[in-house]
């Protein structure tokens, strides 16, 4: 079992819509919880992070956290082409911590924003 | 805050030869760099970490002879590719951990031709 699991995609939606993507994760122990946006070509860019049971929610972005169920979610409102992008979960296990290679990231979904 | 310049965005070189990748953290000071590979349509690999002032941790199947890695100061990492073969040619990225999360190199783009 993969240590972060997303569904690789492509998944695609029609522009204004709403794009779920969904990400698990099997070490119970995680703390801290990203989300990653990668454009064709570019490195990853921080998108949000999590760290609480429930939702967080900045501009389009929500971020949605159950630890019980260990899956994390990303929720995009009224999604742009421009929002077409690889995205990238990634799970830490602990909350603020330095030079410790102790974040996984998962395979990424490959999200299409049809105009 | 926390930026890594990762140098450079692309290269082109001739198999056989060797190139040099540098990522500097501006802002900040960096004791551990990540350095991921990534192939065209597939995820981060991480390749090897270093930290400033001993030897570089490679994950398994990364041969250290051939990828050398060097972190002489808590600003800069570096990333040799000895003897650049056309299998070599992908897309390498460094990252530092930050506060929260990693903050990463913009990127380079290796051709080996």
């Known amino acids: 079992q993969k240590e972060v699991e997303q569904n690789s995609g492509p998944l695609s939606v029609p522009e204004g819509a709403i794009a779920s993507l969904n990400c698990t994760y099997s070490?119970?122990?995680?703390?801290?919880f990203f989300w990653y946006r990668q454009y064709s070509g570019k490195s990853p860019e921080l998108i949000m992070f999590?760290?609480?049971?429930g939702d967080k929610e900045d501009g389009r972005f929500t971020a949605q956290l159950n630890k019980a169920s260990q899956y994390v979610s990303l929720l995009i409102r009224d999604s742009q082409p421009s929002d077409s992008a690889t995205y990238l979960c990634?799970?830490?296990?602990?909350?603020?911590?330095?030079?410790?290679?102790?974040?996984?990231f998962g395979a990424g979904t490959r999200l299409t924003v049809k105009p | 805050g926390a930026v890594v310049s990762q140098h450079p965005s692309r290269v082109i070189c001739k198999s056989g030869t060797s190139v040099k990748i540098e990522c500097r953290s501006l802002d900040f000071q960096a004791t551990t760099m990540f350095w991921y590979r990534q192939f065209p349509k597939q995820s981060l690999m991480l390749m090897a970490t270093s930290n400033e002032g001993s030897k570089a941790t490679y994950e398994q199947g990364v041969e250290k002879d051939k990828f050398l890695i060097n972190h002489a100061s808590l600003t800069l990492s570096t990333l040799t590719v000895t003897s650049a073969h056309p299998e070599d040619s992908s897309f390498y990225i460094c990252?530092?951990?930050?506060?929260?999360?990693?903050?990463f190199g913009s990127g380079t783009r290796l051709t080996v031709v």
């Open positions: 990634a799970v830490k296990n602990r909350i603020i911590s330095y030079n410790n290679n102790d974040m996984r």
């Open positions: 999590i760290y609480s049971n």
């Open positions: 070490d119970r122990g995680s703390q801290s």
């Open positions: 990252s530092a951990p930050i506060a929260r999360g990693y903050t």
